[in-house]
């Protein structure tokens, strides 16, 4: 089963907006990955960030985490159609489980719109 | 290009064959994971390999093995193929044994259909 659940499914925006996608995640865990997927490439890594992270920045990225809720964001800010990709969430087991594998989770399909 | 290789691109093969993919992680990186993802099951992790040894298995089938070599590079083994099993199946590496702690570079993948 799916550690991460991302949502929403699919979001389409214009170019030049914000787009906000949201990861939950069920069990305790010690970090939270974003990646990006184009169209059946290979995923490429956004940002890592740690349990004891609330938020962090990337360029046009900012993550935020709340492990009382266990979710996450993403943000991505004034989008570009280029920003259109699959966005994963990747977790840990945290201290329950096996630190050595991340789950992903199904994703979230953006498409920006010129 | 993440410096991590795959071969081949492509793969189309029938029923109750066995095929091998290749993997060459980045230099340096001492630990492979090979995943598959498809439409329905998603993003699967299959097995990770660190320096030579399997570190970690996930939802990987029997039919399934796979081994990495002296020189790091890893092959993923796929035998009985059944329908099912096609797929793209991406490789990762990373320099850490610990996927959680570090970011996974990963591969141009391997789809492979099965006929």
């Known amino acids: 089963s799916q550690q991460g659940e991302e949502d929403p499914q699919a979001l389409s925006i214009q170019e030049g907006e914000n787009a906000t996608m949201n990861c939950s995640y069920k069990t305790s865990i010690n970090n939270l990955q974003w990646y990006r997927q184009n169209s059946g490439r290979g995923l490429v890594h956004l940002i890592l960030i740690r349990s004891n992270e609330r938020e962090k920045h990337s360029g046009r990225l900012r993550v935020t985490l709340d492990t009382s809720k266990k979710s996450s964001s993403l943000l991505i800010t004034a989008s570009r159609a280029a920003d259109t990709a699959s966005y994963f969430c990747?977790?840990?087991?945290?201290?329950?489980?096996?630190?050595?594998?991340?789950?992903f989770g199904k994703g979230t399909l953006l498409t920006v719109n010129p | 290009d993440s410096g991590v290789t795959q071969t081949p691109k492509h793969l189309i093969t029938a029923t109750g064959q066995r095929v091998t993919l290749r993997c060459s992680p980045r230099s340096g990186d001492l630990s492979v994971y090979w995943y598959q993802q498809s439409l329905d099951q998603g993003l699967q992790f299959l097995i990770q390999y660190y320096n030579g040894e399997e570190r970690a298995k996930g939802n990987i089938l029997e039919r399934f093995s796979a081994q990495q070599f002296p020189d790091l590079h890893s092959e993923l083994n796929l035998s009985s193929l059944e329908l099912g099993d096609s797929a793209l199946y991406f490789c990762?590496?990373?320099?850490?044994?610990?996927?959680?702690?570090?970011?996974?570079?990963f591969g141009p993948g391997t789809r492979l259909t099965v006929l």
């Open positions: 990762a590496s990373s320099f850490s044994g610990y996927s959680s702690y570090n970011e996974q570079f």
């Open positions: 990747a977790t840990d087991a945290g201290s329950g489980g096996s630190n050595y594998k991340l789950t």
